[in-house]
């Protein structure tokens, strides 16, 4: 899809089966424009938090049987949800975290983090597995895996981005445990204790990677091919984090042209 933001780990690109290509599109196309309402723009957070209640009333059109109103959710329901038998229930997940950023901006343990990646991020892994129609316990779990860690992941990449739109996704607990403080983050200050800080939210982030991982060989074909380049370009984010001292005030650490060479040529040979 060509759209205006940088993604680290693109969702229906031409690896996908031809099949799955306007379905993923028709998702990604709802969960990028509610995103946009929650987060771009100068909207204030009555009209952001409207915008996404507006969606929600779409998606309560087409649960009672009714024509939804907007093109986006037409194109949706028509190229997705009917031909798929997609249920509405991750959608009301994605508003839910989509509005919970309007309303939250800081978060006081990991706990709660990973409660709201359970509804940002680990809906779209259920709905690719869906359309695939891989409906394995196991497979969900390591979706869900996959998912939260590469939401992890785009956090700990962007607490500077994040920070200048007053919101820290890092735990409070775990800025108390390494002596860390918001206005260290505000300084764009980058030293030992917030290095042993990202070293450590890393790790985790790692770990749930690894954990679901597997998933990129059970799914066969091309599904499979870009579920392993999605794992791999999140490994290498990892790796340029700390390569870089984990100093994200002064370079984002982003997959550039030669990186993704590299991860489709891994991703092959890991067939």
Known sequence: MSVNHYENFPVGSIVLPRRLRKPT?????????????????????????????????????????????????????????????????????????????????????????????????????????????????????????????????????????????????????????????EAQIAEGRADFAFQRLMAYECERAHKMLKAGSPLAKTLKGRMGLELRMIVLGAQQILHKLEANRHDVFNRRPVLEAKDWWVVVKRAVLKK
């Open 25 to 181: 599109h028709a998702v990604y196309a709802f969960a990028r424009t509610a995103d946009d309402i929650a987060d771009e723009g100068g909207a204030t957070d009555a009209e952001r938090l409207q915008g996404l209640g507006d969606l929600r009333a779409e998606l309560d059109r087409i649960g009672r049987g009714e024509t939804p109103k907007t093109a986006l959710v037409q194109r949706l329901q028509a190229e997705a949800l009917q031909p798929f038998g997609l249920p509405l229930q991750p959608f009301y997940d994605l508003l839910s975290a989509f509005g919970q950023d309007v309303r939250q901006k800081r978060y006081q343990n990991f706990g709660e983090l990973v409660d709201y990646c359970r509804r940002s991020a680990n809906p779209v892994g259920r709905i690719m597995l869906h359309l695939y129609g891989e409906h394995n316990p196991l497979s969900t779990a390591q979706s869900d895996g996959i998912c939260t860690a590469l939401q992890l992941i785009n956090f700990w990449q962007d607490v500077a981005v994040d920070w200048q739109k007053g919101r820290v996704y890092i735990p409070q607990d775990d800025l108390q445990k390494f002596g860390v403080s």
